[in-house]
């Protein structure tokens, strides 16, 4: 059975930093990129950023670059996203979601609150 299981969301101030985990297990170890989303009260779930497994490239929502960094433990079949310089429009349910093949984000996390307080 495909899992994700976020981890690391909270309540931190502005400027502050936090680092969430996606821990997947039962099949999703070969997974051809992992994507963070997130989505705030009253809006739709938008893109932050991905990872691909095999070579580690990564991409961003252009909100986030040079503050977010997102990362890989092949090992641990976990996914990191380092939140720095957090702002209040940070704060969103942060889900992590699986490709399996290049094709769509089939398989998702529970999702971890993030609230940044100004």
């Known amino acids: 059975q495909v899992q994700l299981v976020e981890s690391g969301g909270g309540l931190v101030q502005a400027g502050g930093s936090l680092r969430l985990s996606c821990a997947t297990s039962?099949?999703?170890?070969?997974?051809?990129?992992m994507g963070w989303f997130r989505q705030a009260p009253g809006k739709e779930r938008e893109f932050v950023a991905s990872?691909?497994?095999?070579?580690?490239?990564?991409y961003y929502t252009n909100s986030v670059k040079g503050r977010f960094t997102v990362s890989r433990d092949n090992a641990k079949n976990t996914v990191y996203l380092q939140m720095n310089n957090l702002k209040p429009e940070d704060t969103a349910v942060y889900y992590c979601?699986?490709?399996?093949?290049?094709?769509?984000?089939?398989?998702w996390g529970q999702g971890t609150q993030v609230t940044v307080s100004s």
């Open positions: 979601a699986a490709d399996l093949n290049g094709n769509a984000y089939v398989y």
């Open positions: 039962g099949g999703t170890s070969s997974y051809h990129n």
């Open positions: 990872i691909w497994r095999t070579t580690g490239n990564t």
